[in-house]
Nanobody, 115 residues
Framework: QVQLVESGGGLVKAGGSLTLSCAAS????????MGWYRQAPGKQRELVAT???????KYADSVKGRFTVSRDNAKNTLYLQMNSLEPEDTAVYYC?????????WGQGTQVTVSS
């Protein structure tokens, strides 16, 4: 099993930056894929960014060039650096890990971007 705990959310003005962290309860060296998803009020959860065990990354078109996903295997932590934030980025952000064919989710962290 994998427990995931997100942190780093908050309130920021448009154009600002935030860094989200996701701490895993086990070594992430062996976790095939990890990623960030978000869910805005009244909308479905959507992919933001993923990173594979080989550090191959994938981004939603809406965040390309603004967000960067990374993983620190030594700290068992996944990060999401978010720059040039827009009000449309307001959502609850969830960390996800795929391990031994199972999907694990964190509890989410709120990101609110004011205009």
């Amino acid at each position: 099993q994998v427990q995931l705990v997100e942190s780093g959310g908050g309130l920021v003005k448009a154009g600002g930056s935030l860094t989200l962290s996701c701490a895993a309860s086990r070594t992430i060296f062996s976790i095939n894929a990890m990623g960030w998803y978000r869910q805005a009020p009244g909308k479905q959860r959507e992919l933001v960014a993923t990173i594979s065990i080989g550090s191959t990354t994938k981004y939603a078109d809406s965040v390309k060039g603004r967000f960067t996903v990374s993983r620190d295997n030594a700290k068992n932590t996944l990060y999401l650096q978010m720059n040039s934030l827009e009000p449309e980025d307001t959502a609850v952000y969830y960390c996800n890990a795929i391990y031994v064919a199972r999907s694990y989710w964190g509890q989410g962290t709120q990101v609110t971007v004011s205009s």
